[in-house]
């Protein structure tokens, strides 16, 4: 009897400590639908390059998709100001594709741990941005040469080297990479 009295006890201190863990990193990544898929091993993009180095940590890319003149393009800008266009190819062209909330996502590897951490977020500020309002209102965060992403509505920032962290969180999601010039994964 006294055994199980002390399973008991020891279920009522441990149990709700394992499900708290679990609660949070649950919640560490956007239950948002988003997939992308950038084969870097055939665009040879150095832009896209840059924010796909686990040795150089703190570079950080917003990826946009735009249609130029019925040609579909990933537009991509570093947070170092480089920016450049990448053409789809017919493995682009075929696969499908959920940019974010709003066709815009942040992609990096993060300054603030060993090894780097490689991050995705949403492009749009997570304070001012609502995906339900009609119309859309686009709310896209500015990324600086020292990691931080900030809204020009709001005035919130947030530090991408650190989890994404400022006023509220920044939409995270899964993400991946072969290298700077191997594929990116974001799902």
């Known amino acids: 009897?006294?055994?199980c009295k002390l399973i008991a006890a020891a279920l009522t201190i441990v149990l709700p400590l394992i499900c708290s863990s679990c609660d949070d990193a649950q919640s560490e990544f956007s239950t948002y639908r988003c997939f992308l898929v950038i084969e870097n091993q055939y665009h040879q993009n150095a832009v896209l390059?840059?924010?796909?180095?686990p040795n150089a940590p703190g570079i950080f890319c917003t990826i946009t998709v735009v249609n130029k003149n019925g040609v579909n393009?990933?537009?991509v800008e570093n947070s170092d100001g480089h920016t450049d266009d990448i053409p789809?190819?017919?493995f682009d062209e075929r696969r499908s594709r959920i940019v974010g909330m709003n066709n815009g996502l942040?992609?990096?590897?993060g300054n603030m741990s060993i090894p780097p951490t490689f991050y995705a977020f949403d492009r749009e500020c997570p304070?001012?941005?609502?995906?339900?309002a009609i119309p859309v209102r686009s709310r896209?965060?500015?990324v600086s040469s020292s990691g931080i992403a900030s809204c020009s509505v709001c005035k919130s920032e947030y530090n991408l080297n650190s989890g994404g962290y400022g006023k509220g969180k920044r939409t995270r999601?899964?993400?991946?990479?072969?290298?700077?010039?191997g594929t990116l994964t974001v799902n």
């Not at 390059?49 to 180095?53: D, E, L, P, R, V």
């Not at 942040?106 to 590897?109: E, F, L, P, S, T």
């Not at 304070?127 to 339900?132: L, S």
């Open 49 to 53: 390059a840059s924010a796909m180095n």
């Open 173 to 181: 999601y899964h993400a991946s990479t072969t290298g700077p010039l």
């Open 73 to 75: 393009y990933y537009h």
């Open 88 to 90: 789809f190819n017919a």
């Open 1 to 3: 009897m006294k055994i």
């Open 127 to 132: 304070n001012c941005f609502n995906p339900d």
């Open 140 to 142: 896209p965060l500015k």
């Open 106 to 109: 942040i992609i990096g590897y």
